[in-house]
């Protein structure tokens, strides 16, 4: 089959490598489609290096959906031709936080396309079936590349502990802050998002949230200053490291912030403000435990993720999507702050 292989920062091939066998426990599925986001950008480019247990040569696809084509030993066999997902972070199984339900921070997982384990940047995928997740008819390939995203920014939206008609703001312009904006609203909130490239903030307002706010003071039409109104939440899934702090400033007194994004250099806060304003701050590391929320948001219509996709390329333009080229058509954003990018591994 053919697959992607990151050999090297900026170094990527396409290969013919031998198809994955269904071991013990595992299942083998045809990859349907494939989302690239911020953190495949940062990986590709040497920004991020200080992942643990990251090395070289290493297959990205961490957003993805396909067909289960073959199971292994002691995997139920009505897998087979099921559409599916899978949870990105596999824990090793037997330690305490695995077996407490916490195996997205097992010191010892592995995560699909990022460490240890092979992305679905190819034309097939081997996973363990208990990290499946059935994906119903409803949740077509494009909505099913974003069930990943769409986990991350169900957990925030969690964290936020937003009633309805509670105001939100979103800062950042990507899949998961656009996705956290969606839900939220679906919940009954009024949704902001703050943004930064003029692009980026255009597409935004495609969304229709209540208000879409840029820096303001530099000429960007249209997405003026963000207005002081009391923010019952706000919500960091930029990559921004004075962000955080900024998040803290903003939020009123007794509420929440919640940080998704992640900086490439620390992002410090002042842990007196936090006490002072008593904000309840909460932190999220991965979908786990919003997968099965997003198909059902997706399944029924609550949150229709496919506006966020700008367009969809074949495994062969993976190294040019990730340098920072778009196809015609797909916004001049980059990926990880515009219209999602996907990639059908059999174009
Ligand atoms: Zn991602
Ligand atoms: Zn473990």
């Not at 092979?118 to 499946?132: F, I, K, M, S």
Request: net charge negative; aromatic share 4%; proline share 6%.
């Amino acid at each position: 089959m053919r697959a992607v292989s990151l050999r090297a920062p900026r170094e990527i091939i396409v290969e013919e490598v031998e198809n994955p066998i269904a071991g013990p426990g595992q299942v083998v599925l045809d990859v349907e489609r494939v989302g690239l986001c911020g953190t495949d950008v940062e990986l590709f480019s040497g920004e991020i290096d200080d992942l643990p247990d990251w090395r070289f040569p290493q297959r990205l696809g961490h957003e993805w959906c396909g067909r289960v084509v073959s199971v292994g030993e002691g995997v139920d066999a009505s897998w087979i031709g099921r559409r599916a997902t899978a949870d990105t972070m596999l824990g090793c199984g037997v330690c305490a936080r695995c077996l407490g339900g916490r195996q997205h921070v097992c010191d010892n997982r592995s995560e699909i396309g990022l460490i240890r384990w092979p992305g679905a940047l190819a034309e097939q995928l081997a996973v363990p079936a208990t990290a499946l997740l059935a994906l119903p008819d409803s949740v077509d390939s494009e909505a099913g590349a974003l069930v990943e995203p769409g986990g991350n920014a169900m957990r925030a939206v969690r964290g936020a502990g937003l009633a309805s008609g509670d105001r939100l703001l979103v800062i950042g312009t990507g899949a998961i802050a656009m996705l956290s904006g969606l839900i939220a609203r679906a919940a009954g909130a009024e949704v902001h998002l703050l943004g930064r490239e003029p692009s980026s903030l255009e597409f935004a307002a495609t969304m229709g949230f209540a208000g879409v706010w840029g820096p303001g003071s530099d000429g960007h039409a249209g997405h003026g200053e963000l207005p002081r109104l009391p923010w019952d939440a706000v919500i960091d899934a930029s990559n921004g490291d004075s962000v955080p702090a900024r998040a803290v400033d903003l939020v009123e007194p007794g509420k929440r912030v919640v940080f998704i994004g992640l900086s490439t250099t620390p992002s410090l806060v002042d842990t007196r403000q936090i006490a002072l304003k008593d904000v309840t701050v909460v932190g999220v590391l991965s979908a786990s435990g919003g997968l099965a929320a997003a198909i059902e948001h997706y399944a029924s219509g609550l949150v229709d993720p496919r506006p966020l996709v700008g367009a969809t390329v074949g495994l062969d333009q993976v190294a040019d999507v990730l340098a920072g080229w778009r196809p015609s058509g797909s916004g001049r954003t980059g990926v990880g702050t515009g219209p999602k990018i996907l990639v059908d591994p059999r174009r």
